[in-house]
């Protein structure tokens, strides 16, 4: 269990950001009014928290939709909450745990889903009610207990109109081979039960050799849904798979490059509601689940295996796709030291976890200021991959900082560019970590970061290259510019502003091209590529048959790092690494 500290939580919060955008309540306090818990909690679980609730004695609890609760569990303890929702109704939730879980249980308190993991900062949940008084379980999952925040945000009842259905069209006929024969062998009367058996064995998605280096890739689900999408397409779209006619099987085909990676899962019988077309967007949230036939499981599982099917994302590696050889632990790699704590911050008015990881055996000689750092410490192996580069000598000895957010509401006001973040960066953080001892010069500073982060950090350099000499950008949502203006904002400001000791390494997934008319990451990362080569920065520019994906940046955080810290050792390493030449200037 991490360290008793400072905890915080706002009153309301929505849910954490889907495909790009954060949807934000309305009705919200200012951040610095939020409660908090600001004592540790002790084994009896009754004191500690600023707002103390009276029924946290009680072995089960009531929780109303707008109500909030927080408090402690002890070792070998259980909190049973009780939520009355009618049947139905989409329940959207926010849960913060340190050292514990929240997790779903039927009428009769056995496991559903586990609705949030420990440890992972302020995360939404969202499921389906069935009519039943709902029961969620606040679960320590440390020896010695931990504590917790749960606030049930709002109910979203169903939509009252049918979906408007579209004309009669034939069904959808299949490209791949094996279906088209499993639909010949249906017509001729034969049941799906040997094709799923076939499936069984072999796995899932259905994998086809294509000419040229490609392949056709079909998700697949079994079941008698009246719907099933994909979430992680290839498009970027939530797409629909179609049923093969008269059949429990469900597709949707995709021709790839074999060189692709990347990470989904499938969502049956997404429910349709009430609200925005962002809420309908949600929602998939609510049933959204892994591939129940493919084995591989991102991020693997602390314990060996799933807690359930809703835990972790299906995995689709084609044979060529780069290899990842720093994500894994090696035996006989001497791990370096991580140690958390809480940095609050006068500037933002807020506080947040902070973890430092100091190298093994070695006095640091460089700086990753890495954004997002539950992610980059659950979702991404940050350490053990910086233990490995070490171990390989790709980089010199590099301590790294890893800075979470706030809440999920100040991640989407901070990252995008905010001279109140970099105040704080500037001001607070780094100061902080000259303290630490893990100041480095300028030439030996990497700030990074993914989408949003990706953003932050090119930002970073741009106002601080007194601080930070090294930008690493993995999938940077540079599609964004403030309220009013026209996009391509941050290219706008390097262009006009003077050439400074900075150099670049640039990350976008061809799967995160433009969509709805508008630039995606794909051409506004290759757009800040062409303004920094013409401002004459250095600049490596690389870009992957992957979409905005964790399970491709765990990857690319490594060849970044040896990119900016050691350029003479990338060119070792074509096979993970890729080609790095300009996007234009490729063959391919």
Known sequence: MRAPSTYTLRACISAACLAGSAAVLASQPAMHDAPRLAAPCPNDGAAGSKHPDPRREARVVRLAVGERLEGCVGPGE?????????AGQVVDAVFDGQGTALDLQDRQGRHQRRLAPA???????????????????????????????????RSLAPATAPATAPAEAPAAVPDSPRLQALLRSLQQGASTEAFWQEREREGTPLVEPLPGHESLVTFLWRGEQASVRLFGSPTGNHDPLARLPGSDVWWASFRMPDTARLSYRLAPDVPRVQGSAMDQRRVILATVQRDPLNPRIYPPPASGSAIDAFEGHSVLELPQAPPQPWVTRRAGVAAGQLEHHRLRSSVLRNERDVWLYRPAGAAPQALLVLFDGHAYLGQVRTPTIVDNLLADRLIPPTAVVLLGNASPQ???????????????LDRELMPWLQAQGLAQPPARTVVAGSSYGGLAAAYAGMVLPQRFGRVLSLSGSFWWSPAGTMPGWLMRQYAASPRQPVQFYLDAGRYEGARGGQDGILETSRHLGDVLRAKGYAVTQVEHDTGHDYLHWQGSLGCGLVALLNPDALRRLDAPCGDHSPPRERKD
């Open 410 to 424: 100040a991640r989407a006001t901070e990252l995008p560019p905010n001279p109140a973040f970099t105040t704080f």
């Open 78 to 86: 259980r909190l049973t909450v009780e939520v009355a929702v009618p």
């Open 119 to 153: 440890d992972a900062g302020m995360q939404g949940a969202m499921w389906v009610a069935d009519g039943a008084a709902t029961r969620l379980t606040v679960t320590p999952v440390a020896p010695a207990g931990g504590r917790y925040a749960v606030q049930l945000l």
